[in-house]
């Protein structure tokens, strides 16, 4: 019962300080400096959570304030920060309702198995090729058996080319908008043609079984 209302009141404190603060918070990250480094890993955090701003936007954003380097590493920090506590919350705060919102996702079974065969493999996988949408892989993740240090890793890594190329654009944005466009709506595209690969080959094995 402790786990429970600790976690609600981290919940309701992260919905409020992103709802209520969203446009402050903001405003500081484009101020630049120190403050504006701790700031944006907080709301990049938050959005993990609940996506007040866009990723793609937010990481660009932060690419612009700080460059393409810095800005990656701002980034990346404050979505690891962001998912790992999401894996304790789903672990050890709300697992009633993780469990329940699964059920939403009937093709999570699948990810399961593979899961269970392999976890690295299978989080890496996920994080690189968005299958699943990332909330999703958090909540299956702390409801496994998976080591904290093993999502840690493959999520750390997995994440790294979208933050890297979003934080690469938003830092050529002033200088070359479309550049930055079309290094992102590349990207995209390729995320796009795996997924439709991916689910052309499932759908044409399961129409030969």
Known sequence: MLKKVVSLCILVMIIAVGFLQKDELLSLVNAGGYL?????????????????????????????????????????????VGTMGFFYLSR?????????????????????????????LAILTCRLIPIIPAPVVNIVCG???????TFFIASTIGKIPNILILSYAGASFS???LFSFGLYGGYILIIFLINF????????????D
């Open 143 to 149: 409801l496994s058996n998976v080591k904290w240090l």
């Open 197 to 208: 690969v991916l689910i052309y080959r499932r759908m044409a094995k399961e129409s030969l």
């Open 92 to 120: 050890y705060g709300f697992r009633d309702y993780a469990q329940q919102k699964l059920i939403n996702y009937p093709k999570v079974k699948e990810y399961e198995a593979f899961l269970n065969r392999n976890s690295f």
């Open 175 to 177: 200088s070359n908008k």
């Open 36 to 80: 504006s480094i701790m700031i944006s890993m907080l709301l990049v955090a938050i959005c993990v959570f609940f996506p007040i701003i866009p990723f793609p936007v937010l990481a660009g954003v932060i690419g612009g304030v700080f460059g393409a380097t810095q800005g990656m590493i701002v980034s990346q920090t404050g979505a690891m």
